[in-house]
């Protein structure tokens, strides 16, 4: 007789329903988006022709603001980019109205990114995701566990609504958002983004969103692949810093209620639209007008279209409206490509057919550098690119990059906002009610070749289990644990984010 598991099977039929949902949510927002950037260009078009038109812009950009600000004003889990909230629910140190973040995203999202703002629309589609999972839960009246799994099972799906990639949506949630890779987890994040998938796909087409022509780049050439990476590495650095303090640009403008920032970006938005429409939004077609050669890729045009792409979209982000930074970045690290090969080729020192490769390389070492997600940055661009042909070069230059980056003393970019809009946590007592928690046994970590009782677990922490590959054991005190090793706890649900950093720690061996 065969044993059926169904625990994973329920698990999967949930992720089923859950990507539905989210797959119809997300493209709806995508739609939102795109339509509407193609409607501003189509008025700035028309102000060349008659001034009235700029007039109209104008006033149709101050009314945009006074929406939005009233929108997200009552909840501040609403603005920037979504991805920082949702870790902060995965690791119990934010509580979010999901209603509240589902309607309000989805509305001041398409106003904001679909204007013309230089932000993306992935990090709302993850936080739309997250949303759609919790509310099932809540729906179903699902325990905490549960409700955790559907949140970033509804955050991979969304991702993947957003960009057509399945399989990066659900690596970049388990090596960004929910760092667990418990076979319930993968199972539910992976099928709920493929089911995403399949939704997008049947109303967006099956064509590649960021379809670039490629050649296959010769060994005689990889020389330049550490160059590349060491650049990407510094100037992700700069990203960061610049990011991280973009709210900064707006103490001068504090008499201006923070939730009303989105004027000043609107002044840079009509700037820029009316005289290079195609560099607003979060840089998707100027992504593709480059594969593609619509842009004429000299030094200085690119340099330019750096210039204000890095700043502008800084200032947009700092302006606190609904919008990622995900998008941006890949846009970013294709024109750093694309100044590279430039730069390379004006010095006969490179064959200027490879413009593309090294666009594409750009974007994957750019975002490894920022995101500190290398694994997620290779699928994903092999996946937007619809190439699977440049693994060894995204490789090799993912793996430059982040260790310039870290070199350098780069955190991870996510991470960082979520201890921005986070405050610190104190230990509270006890609630009296357990949550399942897992950790992973590190190579001479503080765990390792450990008894479980030798190990000073923090308060109101139960270790269940051990899970040793397909193997499930019984966690007594004389178990003696093992690199690989997961560890199925129960911790204090007052208490979770704290207990469950201080049990990382002393895995990792800091305690």
């Known amino acids: 007789m065969f044993q059926i598991d169904r625990t994973r099977i329920i698990s999967v039929g949930r992720a089923v329903v859950v990507g539905l949902l989210v797959g119809f949510v997300v493209s709806g927002f995508r739609f939102g988006v795109e339509r509407s950037l193609v409607m501003w260009k ?100 699902f325990t905490e566990e549960q409700r955790r799994l559907m949140i970033a099972t509804g955050s991979a799906a969304g991702l993947s609504a957003a960009f057509a990639a399945p399989v990066a949506g659900a690596m970049f949630v388990l090596e960004e958002i929910y760092r667990s890779f418990s076979m319930l987890v993968w199972l539910g994040t992976l099928t709920g983004a493929v089911v995403a998938d399949i939704v997008s796909t049947k109303i967006f087409g099956l064509k590649p969103v960021l379809h670039i022509q490629m050649h296959s780049l010769p060994l005689g050439m990889y020389w330049m692949l550490p160059v590349l990476g ?3 590495g510094i100037l992700g650095y700069a990203y960061q810093k610049v990011t991280l303090n973009a709210s900064n640009f707006y103490k001068p403008f504090s008499f201006i209620p923070r939730q009303f920032h989105f004027g000043i970006v609107a002044i840079g938005i009509i700037l820029i639209g009316y005289f290079i429409p195609d560099m607003l939004g979060g840089g998707n077609n100027l992504i593709l007008n480059l594969g593609h050669k619509q842009i004429t890729p000299t030094l200085f045009v690119l340099l330019g279209i750096f210039l204000i792409r890095f700043s502008f979209s800084a200032i947009s982000f700092g302006s ?12 970013l690290g294709a024109v750093i490509g694309g100044l590279v090969s430039v730069t390379a080729s004006t010095l006969n020192i490179w064959n200027s057919i490879y413009f593309n490769d090294l666009a594409v390389l750009g974007m994957v070492g750019y975002f490894a550098a920022i995101s500190k997600a290398p694994f997620t940055a290779i699928i994903l661009i092999a996946e937007m690119v619809g190439s699977l042909e440049h ?52 190579p001479d970590g503080g765990m390792d070749q450990k008894e479980i009782r030798e190990v000073s677990w923090p308060k109101a922490t139960v270790v269940s289990r051990v899970e ?6 019984i966690a007594r005190g004389d178990v003696v644990m093992q690199p690989g090793d997961e560890l199925v706890l129960f911790v204090d649900t007052a208490n979770y984010a704290n207990v469950l950093a201080k049990i990382k720690q002393i895995s990792k061996g800091d305690n």
Do not use: C
């Open 42 to 141: 189509r008025l700035y078009s028309l102000a060349h022709q008659n001034v009235i038109y700029l007039i109209v812009i104008a006033s149709l950009l101050v009314l945009i603001t006074i929406v939005i600000g009233m929108i997200i004003k009552p909840d501040p889990n609403v603005n920037g980019s979504g991805i920082p909230q949702v870790e902060g629910q995965l690791a119990g140190r934010l509580d979010v109205n999901a209603f509240s973040v589902l309607w309000r995203k989805f509305t001041a999202g398409i106003l904001a990114i679909g204007s013309g703002a230089m932000l993306g629309r992935e990090g709302p589609s993850i936080q739309l995701g997250a949303a759609v999972g919790q509310l099932y839960a809540q729906k179903r009246r």
């Open 230 to 232: 060491i650049i990407l």
């Open 320 to 331: 606190g409206v609904p919008g990622g930074i995900f998008l941006p970045i890949l846009s």
């Open 391 to 442: 693994l060894v070069p995204l490789a090799i230059v993912v793996l430059i990059s982040y260790l310039t980056n870290d070199v350098l003393g780069g955190q991870p970019i996510y991470e960082s906002l979520l201890e921005k809009i986070v405050q610190p946590l104190k230990i509270e007592d006890s609630s009296g009610k357990l949550t399942e928690a897992r950790v992973r046994v590190m």
């Open 468 to 473: 040793r590959g397909s193997q499930e054991i």
